[in-house]
């Protein structure tokens, strides 16, 4: 069974180390040849499968007590625990699979632990059959890196190179991947490389692996100061791990806009670079996808013109406007949408903010994109989102305050339009289960923070305590399991799902260029398309004419379509096309 050579670590702040391997002590040598990195002497102990092993650092004055390996693949007994030695080799059966580019793809987000009752990834497998059937192309993966306790939605991760034991492991989670190649879907995994979470993180004790500042979540990741060039090889060699080792197609950068990234190559870049590398040496294709509320073209701009080479970027200005349309809610960073007017421009020119003034943010926002140069499909939209849902006070969903013909249009929009759409697990049968935040940190201090820090942010956006679950209670990590004993509407809300994005493929409209979407409005109602197939759209509570008729393709109600405008119902959309 393939594992590394010997046993090395990064600790440019220890004056010795030492290495125990289960309950034997070992005194590790520094490498001279690597600044900052100490090594196990392989003629006496060298790494096996399945070894527990935890090292222990002298700073001039004591010794640490045993810690994990920054680097560690696997921590069975928890982030506070030994690591554990893994195999690297897998007997896959995925060697028919070539990938898919992001051009046409439908993305489905889940989170591992409320996904199915199993809450591992053998259940998500058990449910890759269904995904087909909706006719989803991939599925994205909220991340999976280890976290305090058993409970977390995976942005509180410490150890970037190891795989969540609950959740099965590293092994179960190349089952997963090989299964869902083996059924025609690509895996994205979520990664979160702008902070460390607080139960667990020993790095700090290693070395600068964080510099002065905080993000909101965490300490900065020090991507630009002294001794960063490990620190960005730790991300890349993690990067590398999960597209090659792994199979992984494709990697969702968390929160990007919190990068310290200040050097003349950025990581970005350089993790577009590994991903093209390992592109190339196995021919499927590996797809990076930036999140940013930055509005700022350079993340998916080719690098010959200053740009990062992202493969795409979540866009939330799409959502904030079909939100605040069909939801009536302006609060927050709301206030600078709920029109027509606005919804019509930002499908035309894939940004809300070019460079105009937010009221929200108090100062101009954003940039242009080139719509010449950047794929409309490089854009990444949705109804809802693990942040859309969890960061309201109670983590409601969509489906559980608005009618399903609402619920409806909002799909329409999205899966319409020529941007890659991307469902939130359970939208498509209008789950009524809420997704609310929620942790179970090993430390009963950090808890209450994290339980003060909830309260205290919902209030400032107008909400009471009183209705913010204890993040930190087991009861509201259950409240977010999906329950899949679905009834009669819910099912008609898959099935419009199901049809939609049979629509959307048949008539290929995840289309090149942004220009050629022609959008037009009226005071209540939208319509959007081409010469072939067009959307119209009713954002009000009243009947509206629509002047676009033709031939009814579908819809979720029942519209009065003619030969030049079609007549919507209350909150309806059809899709039409137009007469020869």
Same mark, same amino acid.
């Given at each position: ?90 007997? *896959?059966?995925?060697? #028919? ?235 927050? @960073? @709301? ?24 009221? @929200? ?46 619920? #409806? ?53 107008? *909400? ?72 119209? #759209? ?43």
């Amino acid at each position: 069974m393939s594992t590394p050579a010997r046993f090395e670590i990064w600790a440019p702040y220890a004056h010795r180390a030492q290495l125990a391997v289960d309950g034997a002590d070992y005194t590790m040598l520094r490498d001279e040849a690597r600044e900052g990195w100490w090594y196990a002497d392989p003629a006496l102990i060298t790494p096996a499968a399945g070894q527990r092993y935890c090292y222990r650092l002298f700073d001039g004055t004591d010794w640490s007590k045993p810690l994990p390996d920054p680097r560690t693949r696997a921590q069975p007994e928890g982030v506070h625990g030994p690591s554990e030695v893994v195999a690297t080799n897998f007997e *896959w059966g995925d060697a #028919a699979w070539r990938g898919r580019q992001l051009r046409g793809q439908v993305i489905y987000e889940l989170h591992v632990g409320t996904f199915t009752p199993a809450g591992t990834f053998a259940g998500v497998a058990e449910k890759l059959g269904y995904l087909a059937s909706l006719g989803v192309t991939a599925i994205e993966i909220m991340p999976v890196q280890p976290f305090g306790g058993t409970r977390n939605w995976g942005y509180d991760g410490v150890d970037w190179f190891a795989v969540q034991h609950s959740y099965g492991g590293p092994v179960e989670l190349k089952k997963l991947v090989d299964a869902a190649h083996r059924a025609g879907l690509s895996v994205f995994l979520d990664v979160v490389y702008n902070h460390f979470g607080p139960d667990g993180n020993y790095n700090g004790l290693f070395g600068p692996y964080t510099t002065a500042g905080n993000t909101g979540w965490g300490d900065v990741i020090n991507l630009s100061g002294p001794g960063s060039d490990e620190v960005r090889s730790y991300i890349l060699d993690a990067v590398r791990q999960w597209l090659d080792e792994f199979h992984i197609d494709g990697l969702r950068l968390d929160a990007i806009h919190s990068y310290d990234d200040r050097l003349a190559y950025s990581i970005m870049e350089e993790i577009r670079a590994v991903a093209d590398d390992v592109a190339a040496g196995t021919g499927v294709p590996r797809i990076i996808i930036g999140e940013s509320d930055l509005n700022d073209p350079r993340i998916i701009n080719d690098e010959s013109v200053g740009g990062y080479g992202l493969s795409a970027q979540w866009v939330d200005d799409i959502h904030h406007c079909i939100h605040t349309l069909v939801s009536g809610e302006r609060g927050a @960073y @709301y206030v600078d949408y709920g029109t027509i007017e606005i919804l019509a421009y930002t499908l035309a020119h894939g940004y809300r903010f070019r460079g105009g003034y937010s009221q @929200y943010r108090k100062r101009h926002h954003g940039r242009p994109l080139d719509l010449a140069a950047v794929p409309a499909w490089r854009l990444i939209t949705y109804t809802t989102t693990h942040d859309q849902t969890g960061n309201r006070a109670k983590g409601d969903r969509p489906s559980q305050n608005l009618t399903p013909t609402q619920l #409806a249009l909002k799909a329409a929009v999205v899966l319409f339009s020529p941007f890659t759409p991307m469902l939130f697990m359970g939208e498509e049968f209008a789950a009524r289960t809420p997704f609310p935040f929620f942790v179970s940190h090993t430390n009963d201090e950090l808890n209450r923070l994290t339980r003060q820090g909830r309260f205290d942010e919902f209030a400032r956006l107008g *909400w009471r305590p009183e209705d913010v679950p204890d993040p930190a209670e087991a009861a509201t990590f259950e409240s977010a399991r999906l329950v899949w004993d679905v009834d009669e509407t819910q099912d008609e809300i898959f099935e419009t799902y199901q049809a939609l994005i049979g629509l959307r493929e048949q008539y290929g409209l995840a289309r090149e260029d942004l220009r050629e979407l022609r959008v037009e409005h009226g005071a209540q109602w939208l319509t959007m398309g081409y010469d072939d197939i067009v959307l119209a #759209a009713n954002f009000s509570g009243d009947t509206v004419r629509v002047p676009v008729g033709g031939t009814l393709v579908y819809s979720f109600g029942d519209p009065q379509v003619g030969a030049e405008s079609t007549t919507l119902g209350p909150w309806e959309f059809a899709i039409l096309a137009p007469a020869a």
